[in-house]
């Protein structure tokens, strides 16, 4: 079945320390993956996608996510974190079935962020 | 260029009315996904639109419907409301299968 998971429900770092957020999928296919981020209120804002080719990339905001088939991960990254960083962040698979393109949502990762 | 909007932003209705929930495609897409997102979880796949047709329907049931106009703007319809079906709806829009633009979204309310 294809399913995204975001095993950390809320994170909270200090301004200024790095980030991961972790992702896994299971998809059959070559995934197409993304990251968003929702402000309180607010809708989706896509941070960064991977379709093909480098496994590394970068999005806006200074995050990046790099891509590991072997483990099945899309894991986000942001060496510095600033206060405006809180929010929550989505990591979603592209999915392909029944004639249609669809996003699978993880549950989300709530970020707080320590002055 | 302008963005995905929705309409209204906040909704409230009573258990067995109906609701209809408006949406804005982006300016140049084609393509336009609704997605029901409850509180404390990732948005959930309603279905999409391509060319006015419905394309794909997530889990679920019929009394949820949509139409997508010939200028890609779309309605999402929602019949016989439930309390469960309180949530935000999303409408994203897309050209062919490029990244989902989503826009902020309607807060349906249901007592």
């Known amino acids: 079945a294809q399913s995204v998971t975001q095993p950390d429900i809320h994170i909270t770092v200090s301004e200024g320390a790095s980030l991961e957020l972790r992702c896994n999928y299971s998809y059959g296919a070559t995934p197409y993956l993304f990251w968003y981020v929702q402000s309180p209120g607010q809708g989706l804002q896509l941070l960064l996608k991977y379709f093909s080719g480098d496994t590394l990339v970068q999005g806006i905001k200074g995050f990046e996510a790099e891509f590991k088939r072997s483990q099945s991960s899309f894991n986000l990254r942001k060496p510095s974190v600033h206060w405006s960083d809180a929010a929550e962040y989505f990591c979603a698979v592209g999915a392909f079935g029944s004639g249609t393109y669809k996003y699978i949502f993880g549950t989300g990762t709530r970020l707080k962020v320590l002055a | 260029e302008t963005g995905v909007t929705q309409s209204p932003t906040h909704l409230i209705k009573t258990r067995g009315q109906q609701v209809t929930l408006r949406c804005s495609s982006q300016s140049g897409h084609n393509t336009v996904s609704w997605y029901q997102q409850a509180l404390g979880q990732g948005p959930q796949f309603i279905f999409q639109y391509y060319r006015e047709e419905e394309n794909g329907r997530g889990n679920f049931p019929p009394r949820f419907s949509g139409l997508q106009f010939p200028n890609y703007s779309s309605e999402l319809n929602v019949n016989a409301l439930e309390l469960d079906d309180s949530a935000l709806y999303l409408c994203?829009?897309?050209?062919?299968?490029?990244?989902?633009?989503f826009g902020n979204g309607t807060r349906l309310t249901v007592t």
């Open positions: 994203a829009s897309s050209f062919d299968n490029s990244p989902l633009h």
